[in-house]
């Protein structure tokens, strides 16, 4: 980092150049070629101003894929249920969203209405809904590692294949009875998860 400003003149002639000028400036006058100044750098706690003559320094092109690059990362946080992304992110919040990112595959449980189920039932009957969530990354196995480099190949191309395992449940609680708003007794099963697993 630099602590000012430095500004920067012409070069000095040589002896030989000012012998040279000296007796071409009365043949010819040609007009001096525009220097190009050098940017100007600024004060250490100027940030914004040190960024903007680094994007300055960049081509047109490059400028493209900088901003598609930054896109796709966002676009790919907000798709995993992330939060907003800074463009320069501090070390503790990247610690902090890599541990979210990677809680093991575990029960949880949430209690909602019947009607929030999504089944098509209505009822203001509340249950109690277990399910599945975090990641499975401890579980990769050959499989998952060579399916996905089969897909990076293009050697697997339209199926919907998923190329790593995925935090499911492996067995399921008892069957859910219920009263619907109309007096109607139903009983749905494998709604609630029992037991958790990466398959």
Do not use: W
């Amino acid at each position: 980092m630099f602590s000012g400003s430095r500004h920067f003149g012409p070069l000095p002639s040589s002896p030989s150049s000012s012998r040279d000028s000296s007796s071409s400036s009365s043949s010819s006058s040609l007009p001096a070629a525009p220097r190009r100044s050098p940017r100007a750098l600024q004060r250490r706690g100027s940030l914004l101003a040190q960024y903007s003559a680094l994007l300055e320094s960049y081509t047109e092109g490059e400028l493209r894929q900088l901003i598609a690059a930054l896109v796709e990362r966002y676009r790919q946080a907000m798709n995993s249920g992330g939060h907003e992304l800074p463009l320069f992110p501090r070390a503790g919040s990247r610690r902090k969203r890599a541990r979210a990112r990677h809680k093991p595959c575990e029960l949880r449980e949430l209690e909602v209405s019947v009607s929030e189920l999504g089944l098509g039932y209505e009822s203001d009957e509340t249950v109690l809904f277990r399910y599945c969530s975090g990641t499975c990354e401890a579980a990769v196995r050959s499989y998952d590692l060579s399916l996905k480099s089969m897909r990076s190949r293009r050697k697997i191309r339209k199926e919907k294949i998923r190329a790593r395992p995925c935090c499911r449940p492996l067995a399921y609680d008892d069957d859910v009875s219920f009263l619907d708003a109309y007096n109607r007794y139903y009983t749905v099963n494998e709604l609630s998860a029992k037991e958790c697993g990466c398959v």
